[in-house]
């Protein structure tokens, strides 16, 4: 007898199973020969099964595993909407793009308005502000947090200041409490970009919580992964409405794909000048882009939400073995504090050389990956002195000393959960070993 779709599906998704365990069964590690990476993906059989899943479904585009997979991404951040994405660049652009939606009326940010940004950080956290037609507003960051602190986010506060736009450095929340506040009470947008701060905390809440709109990234090297992905964040009806609209290619209708006539209206509204009647599906009430993901993307992600919380937990162990090691090194290296309040789920661990430490940084990153151990920048370093921003429109405010010893003199190792005791303890054997040959 032919078997059934139920049993052939079955049969398929244990073999799939079986398989993921036989590719991806755990290597033993060779000091010097195995890679310690910095990052990495982190999953078992169950992503593969759920990847699989979803192929069969073969419906690729938003299905049940995204519907899933958003509700219980805002369930675990304790917000209103989350809404999924092909990445985290495309979440931070969509994230600033809403706040110049006409759905906004007058508090929408325009050509012109100004936000606070920081210089030492990823690209795509600045370069919404530079797409948009807005002014970035540089300031400096502090060693050892990575962020900047509420004195220098105030001083930026001008006349056209219309927003604060700050990435919790490498998963290290800043004062998120206090810009909070400092936006209230000047009525500027505050958008926090958690792409690498997924499961930190500040004074008892999650990162993401504190501003109009957040952002996550799920990148291979992120705290979770579905390959590519991302996702925007918001409790704030209208923003969310703007930002599905901007997602999905600015349209006015919000039916899910496949569904048709959810208004009730489909056929009987009126928009802009268009005719009477002209069918919602069509109708386009922003400037939009097409930044959806695939179900196949969101199935990964339902179970790699599932493992979030030892996720966080194996990177907070991680990066207290780091920083245990490291401390016998303080002559040499800045090391990385978080805030009181604090709670991060560390991306990674980030060491700055202090002055006259009697070596480089790319002596010690070079002799490291020598012995095929990964180190990372601080993302762009200065992004000023990249040469894409050498000509933008911005403004700085105090000087940008500690974002320039940022690009020349801090690199981070990772914290990422496939990274175990045995193989800190080479990379700091190693350390000292190149600490022995050069001081
Ligand atoms: C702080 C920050 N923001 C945004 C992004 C962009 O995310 P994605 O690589 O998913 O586009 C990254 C990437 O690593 C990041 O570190």
Request: hydrophobic share 40%; net charge negative; proline share 4%.
């Amino acid at each position: 007898m032919a078997k059934s779709e139920n049993q052939l599906r079955d049969e398929i998704l244990d073999l799939v199973a079986q398989y993921q365990k036989v590719k991806f069964a755990p290597k033993a590690f060779t000091p010097g020969k195995s890679p310690v990476r910095y990052a990495g993906r982190v999953f078992d059989e169950k992503e593969l099964v759920a990847l699989v899943d979803s192929s069969l479904d073969f419906w690729l585009t938003a299905g049940r595993f995204t519907e899933e997979f958003e509700s219980e991404l805002a369930n675990w951040m304790d917000l209103e909407y989350t809404m999924l994405v092909n990445s985290g660049s495309s979440a931070n652009l969509l994230a600033l793009t809403a706040l110049t939606s006409p759905l906004l009326g007058d508090k929408r940010l325009l050509p012109g308005d100004e936000i606070i940004a920081v210089a030492a950080g990823f690209p795509t956290t600045v370069n919404p502000i530079i797409q948009n037609g807005l002014v970035p507003v540089f300031v400096d960051v502090d060693l050892g947090t990575y962020n900047a602190s509420l004195e220098q986010v105030k001083k930026a506060v001008g006349p056209k200041t219309r927003g604060i736009f700050l990435a919790h450095t490498l998963g290290n929340p800043y004062d998120a409490e206090a810009f909070a506040d400092l936006a209230e009470k000047q009525d500027l947008y505050f958008i926090e970009d958690c792409c690498d701060a997924l499961g930190s905390v500040y004074k008892g809440r999650k990162t993401g919580t504190f501003g109009h709109v957040t952002t996550f990234s799920f990148y291979p090297a992120h705290h979770i992964t579905l390959g590519e992905g991302g996702a925007v964040g918001t409790n704030d009806d209208t923003i969310a409405k703007a930002i599905k609209s901007l997602r999905d290619w600015g349209r006015d209708c919000y039916c899910s794909s496949g569904e048709n006539n959810t208004c009730g209206k489909r056929f009987t509204g009126q928009y802009g000048t268009l005719p009477a009647g002209y069918d919602h599906k069509y109708v386009y009430s922003h400037i939009g882009y097409n930044l959806k993901a695939t179900d196949m993307q969101a199935a990964i992600g339902v179970e790699q939400l599932k493992k979030l919380p030892e996720f966080c937990q194996a990177r907070k162990e991680n990066f207290k073995q780091w920083y245990t090691g490291f401390k016998r090194w303080e002559a040499f290296f800045i090391l990385p504090k978080a805030l009181p309040g604090a709670d991060p789920a560390w991306f990674a661990f980030p060491v700055t050389l202090k002055e006259n430490a009697g070596f480089t940084r790319t002596e010690l990153t070079d002799y490291l990956s020598s012995k095929l151990i990964e180190t990372r920048n601080l993302f762009a370093g200065n992004i000023l002195r990249q040469p894409g921003y050498l000509d933008i429109n911005h403004r700085v405010v105090g000087d940008l000393t500690n974002t320039d010893t940022i690009m020349n003199h801090t690199f981070f190792l990772g914290t990422y959960p496939g990274l175990n005791l045995e193989q800190i303890e080479f990379v700091l054997a190693e350390i000292q070993a190149f600490l022995d040959l050069k001081v």
